[in-house]
């Protein structure tokens, strides 16, 4: 079997050659990175499984790189490595379309289990996007939304959607105008309601509420507390 690729852009160097050397010894291939222009061209030249990302480099921060790969690749996990771990960082993490946060110091332990825990979500929920019926539609109001395709259409205008927003989506339509429970959705999508999930889900909600503002019809109400209700 082929090992598992993972890129890892640290500008820190004794730190950098630490992880690799322990992802290594677990079994990992490491492409080692300084900054994040460097970065983005191993990502292009070699399609790695997953991403592990300092947020303060040269050239080019993780914030940016990760929205530039986000632009053609919504899938590959990618999971912060930071001293920033206020609220406002966080979330501005996962706007640029990380799916986990790690805070500096971290043990190379916890980050492996955390990278095990990415991928295997992220082939489970590749696999779950493979086996939808290909005529699944739901009516929303005026918009119609295919989660097969990951699409939005109102009229004669058609838009994507990523497939994380399409599952949250899904899950709220399947609940009809009945609240969706905060911590069932997150257990459903994330396979668990920790906190990083909770902020990355707030944030997805957020763009799934722009996408659905084409029909003003339409809101995702937050019951506090409990969880959502997609109502029309």
């Not at 009945?178 to 763009?207: C, H, M, Q, Y």
């Amino acid at each position: 079997m082929d090992k598992i690729k993972v890129l890892l852009a640290e500008d820190e160097l004794a730190l950098a050659h630490i992880v690799r050397e322990s992802l290594e010894e677990s079994g990992f291939e490491v492409l080692l990175c300084a900054n994040g222009e460097q970065a983005l061209q191993k990502y292009n030249e070699h399609r790695p499984d997953i991403l592990a990302l300092d947020v303060m480099m040269p050239k080019m921060d993780g914030f940016e790189l990760a929205r530039k790969i986000r632009e053609a690749d919504k899938t590959t996990p990618i999971i912060f490595l930071t001293a920033k771990s206020q609220p406002k960082d966080v979330v501005a993490g996962f706007e640029s379309g990380a799916n986990d946060y790690l805070k500096k110091p971290f043990s190379v332990e916890e980050l492996i289990v955390r990278m095990k825990v990415l991928l295997s979500h992220n082939r489970l929920l590749a696999r779950k996007v493979s086996e939808r019926p290909a005529n699944e539609q739901y009516q929303i109001s005026n918009l119609y939304f295919n989660p097969a395709k990951n699409t939005l259409q109102q009229g004669i205008n058609t838009w994507p959607i990523t497939a994380r927003e399409s599952d949250i989506l899904k899950l709220l339509c399947k609940s009809g105008h009945e609240v969706l429970p905060r911590k069932t959705l997150l257990d459903t999508v994330w396979g668990d309601d920790s906190f990083f999930n909770a902020r990355s889900l707030d944030v997805f909600i957020t763009k799934l509420r722009r996408h659905l503002a084409a029909d003003p019809n339409i809101q995702i109400i937050n019951i506090r507390g409990v969880g959502y209700k997609l109502v029309w």
